[in-house]
Structure formats: structure tokens, C-alpha cells
């Protein structure tokens, strides 16, 4: 009959606290002498044989500490020690060899097997409870520092996925007061990201792009994309929405949204008092991603290897879901001239090699579209 719910006894909380000690060993006269000299501190756990005290190693109450006869028939000291320490559920419990053998190399070969001690026989009562209390204090200690290092790394763990999420949700809060600003926009932050995030993986083996494309700068790239354009939130409404094309001093306003933006960012920065990764990438796309491949873009008239790669990859981004979308001033444009504008630009607006992975793509940007319509 089961015992539910039913408080410990006093001497049922003694025998828990108390450590486990796994006698091994093939004579009866040694478990019973070993047995009464160490019963009354410890918990006692007794096998006559190799193969019973692995065995008995996995069983609750899982020992503390073996002691191990080395000499005995069919699977020896040795032999169980080195299974001992070579199954994770039993590494860590120390083992003292106990032995009638006082051979340098037997002793030798015991602690290159892993064990931490060692007891002659016939063994001195004295020094085998001095020596059992000292391993199983050592052991007390490594078991408490290993469970505060995993402690510690589960800490380290949580606080790195809480930093992570509270980062995407600000990128995406302050993406969305620019996506807000013009209701067309729609899904283009969600599109843009996953278009940067495509051409990074065909990129990633390319040879002028794989010391920057690794996994960790990929997954900055669309992290970071939301916020390529957070500078509109500082260009009048009269100009961001006008359905008529843009007068030369609107457009210069309109140009200034990627200063605007690497403004912002910085300020960030500052804010926070120190550089962060993701923060340059999304200032780099921000500022640089209608730059041109021939040096007639905007705002710094930066050309070819110059410009950042995050805004080459953006670049290619942006206009393909500019021609595709709707907007204020123009129909929504298809696939196929989306692909036909990039083509056309290869080599003089986007970086040659950024636009022939675009082209072995160009099904994927497609389907992203389909997928996150506005």
C-alpha cells in the first residue's frame, strides 16, 4: 500500500540527508566488515559482483561514493570503474579503489581510469572513514558548483532570450510609427525582411560575401531591416502622401529620411552608451540603401564596394516591393517588372553580383509577395 501524503518520519529525513556509500566487493566478510564500519554515518549499498554494482550505480538512491574491490572474478574493479565513468548518469561519483595489492602500476592504471583514491587491505578502520568523509565532502562541494553552474547558465539562458525579444519587439514598434504614416505600406516591413534575408542565404558562399554573410551577421540583416526607413516619421505628411509627383525641393525633403534615420539610430546609440551590432546594421540600411553601384545615389554618393552590404541588400529589397506595391501616386506594378527594373540596374543602381542572386530567386521574392500581400 502506497504511502500518500504522508509526513516523513525522523528517521526517514535522516536516511535521506545522508550520503550513499556503494560497497563492491566479492568476499561476504568484506561487505560485512565495510558494512558495519561506515553503516552508521551512511547509507550502505552492497554488490558481490561487477555486473551488480553497475547496476546497483543506477538505482535509487543513486551512491555518493564506491568502494571498489579491484580482484574479483568476471568483470573487475577496473572494468566497472571504467563503465563507471563512462556512462553520464555515473561519471561524477568518486571512486577509491580497495586492493591487497600495493603495485605502483596497478595504482597507476586505477587513476588514469578515473579513480580518486586508493585503500590497502587489510584496510585501517580510522583511515577509511577518514578518507570516505573526504571524498564525499569533495564531492558535496563539486556537486553544489555544478548545480550553480547550470543554474547560472539557465539564468544567463532566460536572460538572453528576454534581451533578445524585448529588442525585436522595440525594432518592430519604432518600424511600424514609419509603416504607420502611410496606410499602403501594409506588409512591407514583413516582405523587405524576408526578401534581405533570402538574398543574404544565396550569398552566403559567394566569395566576396562569405567573410560578412555568416549566420549571426544573416540574422542581424533581419533583425535589423524594420528599420531602413524609421527615418519617414520625420518627413510632412504633405510629402510622404502626395498623390502628384514630387517638386524638386519635395523630393530633396524626401531624400533626407535616410539622414533622418542614421540620426535616429545614433541617437539610440548614445542613449544606450555603447555600440551594438544589430543597431549599426540598421543604420548602415537606414542611411546607405539608395545609394547606387555608379556613385549617383543618395545621400553620401557612395559607389561600389563603399556602400555597406546591408544596404546593397536592401536596396535590391526596396525597389522590388516599390514597384510592386501601391502606393499614393502609382498602381501596384507585377513581378515581372519589378524583376525587369532590377535587371536593368544591374551594374549601374545594384551591385552586379547582388542582382544575379536576385535573379536566381526571383520566384522566392515572388512568392514572399503572394504571401504578405498589403
Not at 550502505?44 to 554494482?53: D, I, L, P, T, Y
Not at 538574398?199 to 533583425?223: G, S
Not at 533622418?260 to 539610440?268: D, F, P, T, V
Request: aromatic share 6%; proline share 5%.
Amino acid at each position: 500500500m502506497q504511502r500518500e501524503n504522508v509526513p516523513e518520519t525522523p528517521a526517514e529525513w535522516r536516511d535521506r540527508q545522508m550520503p550513499t556509500v556503494l560497497i563492491v566487493d566479492d568476499t561476504a566478510d568484506n561487505l560485512v566488515l565495510m558494512s558495519e564500519l561506515l553503516g552508521e554515518r551512511y547509507r550502505v549499498k552492497v554488490a558481490n559482483s561487477g555486473e551488480r554494482a553497475l547496476k546497483a550505480a543506477q538505482a535509487d538512491p543513486v551512491p555518493d561514493l564506491v568502494l571498489l574491490d579491484i580482484m574479483m572474478p568476471g568483470m573487475d574493479g577496473h572494468e566497472v570503474c571504467r563503465q563507471l565513468k563512462a556512462s553520464a548518469a555515473t561519471r561524477d561519483i568518486p571512486v577509491i579503489f580497495l586492493t591487497a595489492r600495493a603495485d605502483t602500476e596497478d595504482e597507476r592504471k586505477g587513476f588514469e581510469l578515473g579513480a580518486v583514491d586508493y585503500i590497502t587491505k587489510p584496510v585501517s578502520p580510522p583511515i577509511v572513514q577518514a578518507r570516505v568523509h573526504t571524498h564525499l565532502a569533495l564531492k558535496a562541494t563539486a556537486d553544489f558548483l555544478r548545480d550553480k553552474s547550470a543554474y547560472l547558465e539557465r539564468e544567463v539562458a532566460l536572460r538572453t532570450l528576454e534581451v533578445q525579444a524585448i529588442q525585436d519587439v522595440t525594432i518592430m514598434a519604432m518600424a511600424s510609427l514609419a509603416e504607420t504614416r502611410d496606410d499602403e505600406t501594409g506588409n512591407h516591413i514583413r516582405r523587405t525582411q524576408l526578401y534581405v534575408k533570402a538574398l543574404a542565404e544565396r550569398l552566403r558562399t559567394h566569395p566576396r560575401f562569405e567573410a560578412v554573410l555568416n549566420h549571426h551577421m544573416i540574422d542581424l540583416l533581419y533583425k535589423s531591416a524594420p528599420l531602413h526607413d524609421i527615418g519617414k516619421i520625420g518627413v510632412p505628411d504633405a510629402i510622404l502622401l502626395k498623390p502628384a509627383k514630387l517638386t524638386d525641393n519635395e523630393f530633396a525633403t524626401m531624400k533626407r529620411h535616410t539622414l533622418l534615420g542614421r540620426k535616429a539610430i545614433e541617437g539610440a546609440e548614445r542613449r544606450l552608451g555603447m555600440r551594438v551590432r544589430f543597431l549599426n546594421v540598421a543604420k548602415e540600411m537606414a542611411c546607405s540603401h539608395h545609394e547606387r553601384w555608379d556613385g549617383a545615389g543618395y545621400p553620401d554618393g557612395l559607389a561600389g564596394e563603399a556602400i555597406p552590404v546591408p544596404a546593397r541588400l536592401m536596396a535590391v529589397a526596396d525597389v522590388y516591393d516599390a514597384v510592386i506595391s501601391q502606393r499614393v501616386y502609382k498602381a501596384a506594378g507585377t513581378h515581372e517588372q519589378a524583376c525587369g527594373a532590377i535587371v536593368k540596374g544591374r551594374g549601374t543602381q545594384f551591385d552586379p553580383d547582388v542582382v544575379d542572386a536576385f535573379i536566381d530567386i526571383a520566384d522566392d521574392f515572388r512568392d514572399i509577395a503572394l504571401k504578405y500581400p498589403d
